[in-house]
Nanobody, 116 residues
Framework: QVQLVESGGGLVQAGGSLRLSCAAS????????MAWFRQAPGKEREFVAN????????YYTDSVKGRFTISRDNAKNMVYLQMNSLKPEDTGVYYC?????????WGQGTQVTVSS
């Protein structure tokens, strides 16, 4: 099992920046894809971005393209989400996700609040 711990959330004004971190431990050798999801109040959880652990290929949902950057540090088993030009609609709980064959592990989440 993979343990995922997010950090870096907080309160920021619109236009500001935050950097989320995700520390992975456990059977980290088995996962091939890392991602960030978010859930706004009263809404369903949605995909934000992912990164292939080996190749570093990335993919973003349209609403964050050009503003968010996902990256990873293989040696430290860390994944990051740099969020710039934040908007109130980016508010929500952000979750780190690790995909292995047949398994998806979730972190506990970190709250991001963007004030207008």
């Amino acid at each position: 099992q993979v343990q995922l711990v997010e950090s870096g959330g907080g309160l920021v004004q619109a236009g500001g920046s935050l950097r989320l971190s995700c520390a992975a431990s456990g059977r980290t050798f088995s996962y091939y894809l890392m991602a960030w999801f978010r859930q706004a109040p009263g809404k369903e959880r949605e995909f934000v971005a992912n990164i292939a652990w080996n190749s570093g290929d990335t993919y973003y949902t349209d609403s964050v393209k050009g503003r968010f950057t996902i990256s990873r540090d293989n040696a430290k088993n860390m994944v990051y989400l740099q969020m710039n030009s934040l908007k109130p609609e980016d508010t929500g709980v952000y979750y780190c996700v690790a995909d292995s064959v047949g398994t998806r592990d979730w972190g506990q989440g970190t709250q991001v609040t963007v004030s207008s």
